[in-house]
């Protein structure tokens, strides 16, 4: 794909705010993982600057670019499965991870 992200994975200023406040601001350097194939119960990211990639890790190809004001993390944060892809920070980058028991726990105070 080699591409930047172009789906729905933009969050407001006040969604960012949001999980700032639920979450741990933590500042990796390139080529650092975020998320490794096979890892269970990985957390929710949100990318507050820098980029993430997103990386199939049989192929090794690139599936997507993720940026500044973008989040990283699908259904299995819910389900617990194993993650199937591998997130790699390219560059200084800041990010706020929600551990999946507080992601569960806020879906469950705002289930309306």
Known sequence: ???RNDNNTILTEEQINFFIGKGIVENYSSEQI???EGQKQYDFIVILE???N???P???ELIVIHGSNEF???IDI???RASIFRAIATNNTTIVRIPQTTLLAVLA???N
């Open 78 to 80: 819910l389900s617990e």
């Open 72 to 74: 990283i993390g699908d």
């Open 50 to 52: 820098g980029t993430v």
């Open 54 to 56: 997103i990386i199939d």
């Open 58 to 60: 049989l192929s090794k």
């Open 1 to 3: 794909m080699n591409s």
């Open 109 to 111: 105070e705002n289930a």
């Open 34 to 36: 975020l998320i490794n």
